[in-house]
């Protein structure tokens, strides 16, 4: 480099300075010293700078002697970066997750997690330009190194003799750092971004025809208090998890359906939590859906035929014996009944009006009691209407949050944070405070002075 015949010629300068200096007629005692001082320093200088493509070639030959190179390091680093980046990402997507579901009272040690992982991250950034510039402009550092070293009268002997044992030190050193971590680290948990539990329920009537904007009430096995309230959609669809709810580890659900101010039991009654099940279909079986009218059906009937026909609905019916039964027509406000033939007597309803979660609904009570069966002892309904599209009720839901896995999500992330932490800053921290204490070492034995502070 052309820093080299500059330092060789101060180094050649600083000799006869201090050749001069003992040449002087001045019995001066220290002064003398002084002399060979320089002398010393300069020859010094002028070996380690005929020296200097061998002090290069030392670090290469330590480092293949070891094993080990500069490419593993810096792959090493890009994957410490990478899993860094991925837990950020985790704990920003599960910070929003929470916050979303209105539990912004357990955010504060996710934010300390997320603080852990910033700091880590930010050493992780500071090794890479560090290293990078090592790696980079070693021969650089050892050139300026030997120019300060030669500078007369040690004005940059400290500091080049540092940077002549870090380019030496640091080079052969900051590759070995996997190897240091890796034994003391231990077991540093891994981040996931694990794709939230999804469990779809849809709602049918009797006859599968989808039930539109179902409410969901679920229990938790022998409580009467309901966990969950939950509104499905018109294609009655209702979706539990997916960044909704906190889902426990293992649970058995009772089921309760809400439609047009009346709560069934579907079948199935109860949801589980089962790996390979994700999908739920829940029935209805004592009513009958189609356009914002439903029939509901008492168990002393059994349906044996269903027929939607838009506009109309036929529903054939059988008993068993001649006891009493009735049925109830539940209809929204805005739906006219046209006719309504029982067995093909024409029956005229009563209607009841109510108002059911800002839903405007009417009812009317067929007893059957005294209607003639055939003689396949069946009964035969046929109502005409206008059909009219079901709104979505005012449901104010409630969902699902259980504590536990809440605070297995909480204590995951905050072992995480410290963990790296400890294996992303501190402990890469301790290795380089290390490499920096030997680069002191080796500047002292190089003639540098013992108080070299480099903060």
Do not use: H
Request: net charge positive; charged share 15%; aromatic share 10%.
């Amino acid at each position: 480099m052309n820093v080299l015949p500059l330092a060789l010629n101060l180094a050649i300068l600083t000799y006869f300075i201090g050749v001069l200096i003992l040449a002087l007629p001045i019995p001066y005692r220290q002064l003398k010293k002084w002399g060979i001082r320089l002398i010393s320093d300069a020859v010094l200088a002028a070996v380690l700078i005929s020296a200097y493509n061998i002090i290069l070639s030392i670090g290469d030959f330590t480092l293949n002697l070891l094993g080990y190179g500069w490419t593993g390091f810096m792959s090493w680093l890009t994957e410490r970066t990478a899993i860094l980046v991925t837990a950020l990402m985790g704990l920003t997507y599960i910070t929003s997750w929470i916050k979303g579901l209105g539990y912004s009272i357990v955010l504060s040690p996710l934010g300390l997690a997320s603080t852990y992982i910033t700091l880590a991250l930010s050493a992780i950034r500071m090794m890479y330009f560090i290293a990078s510039f090592i790696w980079s402009f070693r021969s650089e550092l050892l050139a300026l190194g030997l120019l300060l070293y030669s500078l007369p009268l040690r004005i940059g002997k400290d500091v080049g003799a540092f940077f002549i044992a870090a380019s030496l030190v640091m080079y052969v050193g900051f590759p070995l750092m996997p190897v240091f971590v890796n034994v003391f680290q231990g077991n540093t948990p891994q981040p996931t971004i694990n794709s939230p539990v999804t469990l779809t329920c849809n709602v049918a009537d009797l006859g599968g025809e989808p039930i539109p904007y179902p409410v969901l009430r679920l229990y938790k096995e022998g409580s009467k208090i309901p966990i969950g309230v939950i509104n499905g959609d018109k294609e009655g669809k209702v979706v539990l998890g997916d960044n909704m709810d906190i889902l426990p580890r293992n649970y058995t659900f009772k089921v309760e359906v809400l439609f047009m101010g009346y709560a069934f039991t579907p079948v199935p009654s109860t949801i589980r939590s089962e790996p390979s099940r994700t999908n739920y279909r829940l029935r209805l079986t004592n009513m009958i859906y189609q356009g914002g009218l439903a029939i509901l059906i008492p168990s002393s009937l059994d349906v044996v035929r269903v027929k939607y026909l838009g506009s109309r609905l036929e529903v054939t019916l059988t008993r068993s014996g001649m006891e009493e039964s009735e049925i109830r027509v539940v209809k929204l406000a805005g739906v006219n009944v046209i006719s309504l033939n029982v067995n093909n007597f024409s029956l005229k309803c009563d209607w009841n009006s109510w108002t059911w979660k800002g839903i405007r609904l009417c009812e009317c009570t067929l007893s059957l009691g005294n209607v003639e069966p055939n003689s396949t002892r069946s009964i035969f309904i046929n109502i005409s209407y206008t059909p009219k599209e079901y709104p979505s009720p005012n449901i104010e839901e409630r969902r699902i949050v259980c504590y536990e896995s809440l605070v297995d999500i909480i204590m995951q992330y905050v072992s995480i944070g410290i963990a790296y932490i400890y294996s992303f800053l501190f402990l890469p921290g301790v290795y380089l405070a290390a490499l920096t204490t030997m680069s002191a070492s080796l500047a002292r034995v190089l003639g540098g002075g013992a108080r070299l502070r480099l903060i």
